[in-house]
């Protein structure tokens, strides 16, 4: 058999192989990160490597510039080594394996919209007991095992799920010898389910912490909370290691269902993402992973799957079913997660194939659950979800988004990390462009945000045509390149790499298909219902990316509808303005102000999935929200199909949908 | 090392031993069983072995007569090799390892006293559900596990009695591609808590099979039922192999705690007894072990403890605490006993370190729980225990009857098994004895019921006095040995193994401490609750001992009480009798008719497992029982204390309380 020594830079790994396997899927059965949109099918052309030494055979791509081809780039998952190699990973093309990032870190109680989550009893998933029990007589002749269960039962503050206490066989083979030595005094660690967790000697309560977890496709944040003391003590977040595998659910699926070992991977790759965020939060605090006796888990249904390596084909196949929407609870040692071997992991429950426990989670933060009001939820994350309801209903629908929001397959995207674009303003004649960076850093690429933003900004001022094309003549940084025309919005001389950042018109065109999903999706809910957008008394915006969305550029986009401004006087009360009477238009005003009927959630997959942590009234209540919200399929609905073409326009066909954009325009 | 060799027949076995290890250690920790009362304490004189050839040191012991000694007899844990040895274990002294006997095999249906179980709605312990899913669509679109739930949850047949339908990682992930493979038609094995034990393609309930476990102290009993026949299709028992570590529950007790592994060996040798009783019953009907979902255990406490190696020290140290009463469901892999390996395993409960779940079975196969009549249940097995109630209350108490009964710890002493002498006629002359046997078959030894028997024989035609000493000069039968006076009822011409059957009356001392402890306790109960013997409406009698015993002789000797006799007429009608009125003597129509308050369960423990098997509504009775049977400790109560040495006269010394039996003496 043929074996070539391939040598990866910058890791300086060297991997054998037999030269029958391509580079990515060398690099990534070696842990080496490359990121891939279609998990190597050649179909997204982000796999883009450098070979610097030796022979290979490759398949051209209409990915690789001609520039790119000189300098050597190719596509990762389309070459085969034919001698020694020698790659080089560029940094667009590298998922930094480990590394924390700002996404999806939300610890603020503030975040939780359900305000009566407050009057609910603290009662936490699992928590740590001390019970001194009354040593037997002849006359108090209770079994062991009974007699811990009749102290447990004395105590108010139990709120158990299932009143039945249980007990593996281990630990009742260890229980009489325990309760001797120890005097009777010992620490009970309890999940909500009546399992015994564990028992300890003497008063062990101190260290009793639990974590709430989104899986999210891209990002994966964990919030560290004290079970004693109802406080959050940290939370961390980084990229989801199976970016490697797919940007979107649905490459991963594939990639889960087609290749040897495919679900396995992806699998193991979550698992390690989860285990190091644990790591650093166990380190930072001080810690022991068995003091973690709770995990809260908030996925989307996908990822629920691959977390739990059940095979998640089904989802994408017609009639789109997961294996299961409640998830049964499990034990740390079955899953493979670092905490106690015996700790519980329960799950936020999944409405359907593509409404998640991350989406179950945010409902309950926001409690539109229990409201009177109609509301709708939209979270803006890979996929798009929106929930529309109130007490009395709740439907749901989902629609791909495409990566976009997330600064991912835009030439110049990056995800919202220091140093990427989020604030652009264009001079007037289109030869300045004025911009800030997230941190103040360096330019190094333009996030969801900020492609928001440049979009609104140029369609704003008159260097775009309602259908998302440049107007040629109308700025000197209007271009062409290789791909087509493009706007230059930094200069490579001010930015990281020293390469431009672009905007091109396919970018525009990708983000007006996202938005106009988003947009024609929740339309389709509201009349499904017998609404109008006029009836909404809120819109909850989830994920990170609505965190940092500009309500009024995303309105001028035609991503988020036109709902009417709010004008709050001195005396505090709110009006409703109508267009005509709406005062000056003011950016800041507005921001602050005037759209109040949009409300940030942040990351609500977290802040639901800490409530069911904390509190047995949440978790009752998420599985009531997982049973009551209906599923509506948008890929088989008539007025989806037939409208969505009028939604590929800025803001859409129809102007008179967006009153206060088109007065701005002056149309 | 000193290495020498021991030479074991008949098994034919050689072991490499250090010289530091005694005859009867070598040979239990090897498989090959020695009978030992005391587990190698060298008190009960029972680990009598011969040495062939070699050298060895050993304990002179009282056990041991003049005359085996000149044989080469000597007790195997009191002896050491100082060279290599030839050992062989008698027949007294071996137990032979895989034997099926006839005890505490009980197949009948008419065994039940419970006579309205028969209302009772058929819902075993575990159950195949053949399930013909329907197929999802968009529009019936539950995920895969909630489609099965939901069909589940359509059944009227199901009686769970946990309504959460519960599956395990494992299953939930090979769930999705096997509900397709098999066009979403299924058999379901589900537990009746919910949990799911397995899923095969088509329709596979034909196979559906239960075991009801009675593990006895001395005997292990098995009845394998067909789950969809409610049919019981052949029954097995042998003796618990634990009988080389002792005869009773406290020298089990004793060896689990003191000797290293012990309660690792305890718990082997058990599971292999049931295990191999199931292979033979698996081989017999031709099943699959993994057809067999379902075991319900009737063991008593010690049993149940030493099944699930759970440690037994604290039953027999003050204040006498088992680990739990109620034990946990598990599943056949966790305890290694070869039914399916997620197949459910449930236990009746305890009630008492010394009441156990054989108890609490018997109590529910009686339907004593449920009467307006006050009744008495007796277990007479190596320990006694008895239990008096009806539907308002329900108290029990135990004492250590000793393996008497069971044929153990007398001279000629065997188990009822073929050729053990049970009943016995002596001439007018004390010159001849007229015996019959087991099965006909030629005399062995005398079991249990056969010592009864002829203590009462000798008593009545006045052989012995009422102390239990024999008349000297009344029969030329009597005889004097070394060991004292006995009673010649076989002469060895006539016996299998050429030795003569006796009497010793130090075994009548025994038999007398035995009975005494018996009737003392039951006595003790009654007085508590202020009830008297003429209250009784019935005296049922569990264990394989009652089922043999003659119940005219046990009164005679004091055993049981002198209830009143009834005498049925031509048109059916009974009438209770006094003395005065009583017809003729009859030994016959005495046995039919005249002690009618008397009830036979049999193996009750094996039936109320049975019915625990079958029907959740006896499930839910047994545990019932157990927590409304309260404990009385007998060892600790003053009247059992002060009134013990009465007893020990026959039938006692106060005679006016068995006004039959004066009767028939003519005091």
């Given at each position: 058999?043929?074996k070539?020594?391939?040598?990866f ?6 991997i054998?192989?037999?030269g029958?396997?391509?580079?990515y899927?060398?690099a990534?059965d070696?842990g080496?990160?490359i990121t891939s949109?279609?998990a ?8 883009k ?5 030796g022979?290979y055979?490759?398949?051209p791509s209409?990915?690789?510039?001609e520039?790119?081809?000189?300098e ?6 389309q070459t085969?080594?034919?001698?020694d190699?020698?790659?080089?990973i ?6 930094k394996?480990?590394?924390l990032?700002k996404?999806?870190?939300?610890t ?9 989550y407050?009057?609910?009893?603290f009662?936490?998933?699992?928590k740590?007991i001390?019970l001194e ?5 002849l ?15 004395s105590?108010?503050?139990l ?7 249980k007990?593996?066989l ?5 229980l009489?010898q325990?309760?001797r ?5 010992l620490t009970l660690?309890?999940a909500?389910?009546g399992?015994i967790?564990d028992y300890?000697p ?6 009793s ?8 496709t ?6 560290l ?6 406080e959050?003590?940290?939370a961390k977040?980084?990229y989801n290691q199976?970016?490697?595998f ?5 490459s991963r699926i594939?990639?889960?269902?087609n ?5 396995e991977?992806?699998n193991?790759?979550?698992r390690e993402?989860?285990n190091?965020l644990i790591s650093?939060l ?11 006796l709770a995990?809260e888990?908030a ?5 629920n ?9 089904y ?14 609870d499990?034990k ?5 997660i ?6 519980i992991?329960s ?5 359907s ?10 409902i309950l933060a ?7 009001e ?5 979270d ?10 109130n007490k009395d ?6 629609c791909?988004a495409g990566?976009a929001?997330?600064?991912v397959?835009?030439k110049?995207g990056?995800?919202?990390m220091e140093?990427?674009?989020e604030n652009?303003?264009i001079?007037?004649?289109g030869?300045?462009?004025k911009y800030?960076t997230i941190?103040?850093?360096p330019p190094?690429?333009?996030c ?6 440049a979009?609104?900004?140029l ?6 045509d309602?259908?998302g ?11 062409e390149?290789e791909e087509?025309?493009e706007?230059?919005l ?5 930015t ?5 950042i ?5 970018d525009i065109?990708?983000l ?15 009349e499904?219902?017998g ?6 008394k809120?819109?909850?915006l989830?994920?990170m990316f609505g965190t940092?969305?500009?309500?009024e550029?995303?309105?001028?986009i ?12 001195d005396?505090?009360a ?14 800041t005003?507005?921001r602050g ?10 990351n609500?997959?977290i ?6 942590l904390?509190?047995?009234?949440a ?5 009531e929200?997982a049973?009551?919200?209906t599923y509506?399929?948008l ?5 989806f199909?037939?409208?969505y073409s009028?939604?590929?326009f ?10 206060s ?7």
């Amino acid at each position: 058999m043929v074996k070539y020594k391939i040598f990866f830079s910058p890791e300086k790994k060297e991997i054998i192989t037999d030269g029958k396997t391509n580079l990515y899927q060398i690099a990534t059965d070696a842990g080496i990160y490359i990121t891939s949109g279609c998990a190597g099918e050649g179909n997204c052309g982000r796999c883009k490597v450098i070979v610097r030494q030796g022979k290979y055979r490759t398949q051209p791509s209409r990915f690789i510039s001609e520039k790119e081809k000189k300098e050597g780039y190719l596509l990762a998952c389309q070459t085969y080594p034919e001698s020694d190699l020698e790659i080089l990973i560029p940094p667009g093309s590298g998922l930094k394996k480990w590394t924390l990032i700002k996404d999806g870190v939300y610890t603020a109680e503030e975040l939780i919209w359900r305000g009566n989550y407050l009057k609910w009893e603290f009662s936490p998933l699992a928590k740590k007991i001390y019970l001194e029990l009354p040593a037997p007589t002849l006359t108090d002749h209770l079994s062991d095992f009974e007699r811990l269960v009749r102290e447990l039962k004395s105590r108010k503050d139990l709120h158990l799920r299932d009143p039945g206490i249980k007990i593996t066989l281990p630990k009742l083979q260890k229980l009489a010898q325990f309760l001797r030595e120890n005097q009777w005094k010992l620490t009970l660690t309890l999940a909500d389910n009546g399992e015994i967790i564990d028992y300890e000697p003497g008063d062990m309560t101190a260290g009793s912490y639990g974590l709430a977890l989104d899986i999210g496709t891209t990002t994966v944040a964990l919030s560290l909370i004290d079970l004693n003391k109802n406080e959050v003590l940290g939370a961390k977040a980084t990229y989801n290691q199976q970016m490697s595998f797919g940007d979107d659910v649905i490459s991963r699926i594939i990639y889960a269902e087609n290749e040897t070992g495919g679900l396995e991977k992806l699998n193991r790759v979550v698992r390690e993402t989860v285990n190091w965020l644990i790591s650093e939060l166990v380190k930072e605090k001080g810690i022991e992973n068995k003091d973690i006796l709770a995990l809260e888990v908030a996925g989307n249904t996908t990822m629920n799957h691959l977390f739990l390596s059940l095979p998640p084909g089904y989802i994408r196949k017609e009639p789109y079913l997961p294996t299961a929407n409640f998830l049964p609870d499990l034990k740390g040692k079955e899953i493979g997660i670092n905490i106690h071997s015996e700790g519980i992991v329960s799950f936020c429950p999944n409405v359907s194939s593509y409404i998640g426990g991350d989406v179950t989670a945010g409902i309950l933060a926001s409690g539109m659950d229990e409201k009177g009001e109609i509301s709708l939820l939209i979270d803006l994350g890979t996929n798009g979800e929106m929930v529309l309801g109130n007490k009395d209903f709740l439907i749901s629908a989902a629609c791909s988004a495409g990566p976009a929001f997330e600064g991912v397959g835009i030439k110049s995207g990056i995800r919202a990390m220091e140093g990427a674009v989020e604030n652009i303003q264009i001079s007037a004649d289109g030869k300045k462009v004025k911009y800030t960076t997230i941190g103040n850093k360096p330019p190094a690429g333009i996030c969801g945000s900020g492609l928001v933003d440049a979009v609104a900004e140029l369609f704003k001022d008159g260097f775009l045509d309602r259908k998302g094309k440049f107007i040629l003549e109308s700025s000197s940084l209007i271009r062409e390149s290789e791909e087509g025309k493009e706007f230059l919005l930094v200069p490579g001389k001010e930015t990281v790499n020293k390469k431009d950042i672009v905007l091109s018109e396919a970018d525009i065109s990708t983000l007006i298909r996202s938005k106009g999903a988003i947009y024609l999706g929740a339309s389709v809910l509201l009349e499904e219902m017998g609404y109008q957008f006029s009836d909404l008394k809120k819109i909850y915006l989830a994920g990170m990316f609505g965190t940092y969305l500009d309500i009024e550029k995303a309105i001028i986009i035609g991503l988020l509808p036109d709902l009417p401004r709010t004008f709050v006087q001195d005396n505090n009360a709110t009006y409703e303005m109508s267009e005509q009477k709406l005062p000056e238009f003011s950016q800041t005003k507005v921001r602050g102000l005037a759209r109040e009927k949009f409300v940030f959630l942040g990351n609500s997959a977290i802040s639901g999935a800490k409530l069911c942590l904390l509190y047995g009234e949440a978790r009752n209540k998420v599985r009531e929200i997982a049973k009551k919200t209906t599923y509506l399929e948008l890929s088989v609905n008539p007025k989806f199909m037939n409208e969505y073409s009028a939604t590929l326009f800025l803001p859409h066909t129809n102007i008179d949908l967006f009153p206060s954009v088109k007065k701005l325009l002056n149309i």
